[in-house]
C-alpha cells in the first residue's frame, strides 16, 4: 500500500480558499487513482473529488463543483485539492485516499480506496 500525509488545512472565513495537500510515498504514485473524500461530525464519509492515474480524468461531487479543483504531480507524488468559495458546509475533516489503477474508474464509495491518510482538518466560519 501508498502512505499518504495531508496537509493545507485550517480555519477560514466563507468565501475564502484553502489548498489542501497528499503526499504519497513507498509505491509508484501514477500507478493510483486517487479520491478527495471529507467527514463532518455525525456524518458518513462523502467523496468529494477524484482524478485518474494520469490526470486527465477528473470527477466532482455536485455540491464542489466549479469551486474545488482536484490536481496531481506525478513526479512530487502529491495531489492537490484547491478550494475557493468555501461555505461552512464544506467544514469536515478532509482525507486523501488511493487504490489502483485498474480499473480506470473513479469510484465514490470509500470501501474501493486501499490507502488513507489521517485527515486534516477544514472549518470554514460564517
Known amino acids: 500500500q501508498v502512505q499518504l500525509v495531508e496537509s493545507g488545512g485550517g480555519l477560514v472565513q466563507a468565501g475564502g480558499s484553502l489548498r489542501l495537500s497528499c503526499a504519497a510515498s513507498g509505491r509508484t504514485f501514477s500507478n493510483y487513482i486517487m479520491g478527495w473524500f471529507r467527514q463532518a461530525p455525525g456524518k458518513e464519509r462523502e467523496f468529494v473529488a477524484g482524478i485518474g492515474w494520469r490526470g486527465g480524468t477528473t470527477y466532482y461531487t455536485d455540491s464542489v463543483k466549479g469551486r474545488f479543483t482536484i490536481s496531481r504531480d506525478n513526479v512530487k507524488n502529491t495531489v492537490y485539492l484547491q478550494m475557493n468559495s468555501l461555505k461552512p458546509e464544506d467544514t469536515a475533516v478532509y482525507y486523501c485516499?488511493?487504490?489502483?489503477?485498474?480499473?480506470?474508474?473513479?469510484?465514490?464509495?470509500?470501501?474501493?480506496?486501499?490507502?488513507w491518510g489521517q485527515g486534516t482538518q477544514v472549518t470554514v466560519s460564517s
Open positions: 485516499a488511493a487504490r489502483g489503477r485498474y480499473p480506470s474508474i473513479i469510484f465514490t464509495h470509500p470501501r474501493e480506496y486501499d490507502s
